[in-house]
């Protein structure tokens, strides 16, 4: 006789996959974190094209916490990537690097059908991302 304890792991994992639902993430089970730009001033709700915080301390200083908290995941530890996704040190400066930017946090980037980064527009404010482009611009690489 075989002895029952032999298959209580077997007999363990099927319960479980039996009985819980598969989840697909887009970014993972990453759930962003809040960014608080009190302090700031209001930029309303026309999207702007030029970053209105640009070396503005108070908003580098947010920014840098931001993306610490919410894109160093995938971006890198100071922006510097290893490899998941674009080194955004090597962003262009002033407008044209505003542009390209916001579309990207706002709109995020699906090819195929996968999510390479998802939409934040909706999840922070535009003060937010602001915060985080104004911060970029201070690793910026040539």
């Not at 077997?10 to 009985?19: I, K, P, R």
């Not at 160093?72 to 955004?88: K, N, T, V, Y």
Request: with cysteine.
């Amino acid at each position: 006789m075989k002895h029952p304890l032999r298959y209580l792991g077997a007999v363990a994992a099927a319960l479980f996959l039996g009985t819980t639902t598969p989840q697909v993430f887009a970014h993972g089970d990453v759930v962003p974190q809040a960014v608080d730009t009190s302090g700031l001033k209001n930029v309303g709700s026309e999207w702007l094209k030029s970053n209105p915080y640009r070396k503005n301390e108070t908003a580098i200083r947010i920014g840098a916490s931001a993306f610490n908290q919410n894109c160093a995941r995938c971006h890198g530890l100071g922006a510097i990537s290893g490899g998941i996704a674009p080194d955004l040190r090597y962003l262009p400066v002033d407008d044209e690097g505003d542009e390209i930017f916001m579309n990207r946090i706002r709109h995020g980037s699906v090819r195929d059908g996968r999510v390479y980064m998802p939409p934040f527009e909706g999840l922070f404010s535009q003060e937010a991302m602001w915060t985080i482009r104004a911060w970029l611009e201070t690793v910026h690489e040539e």
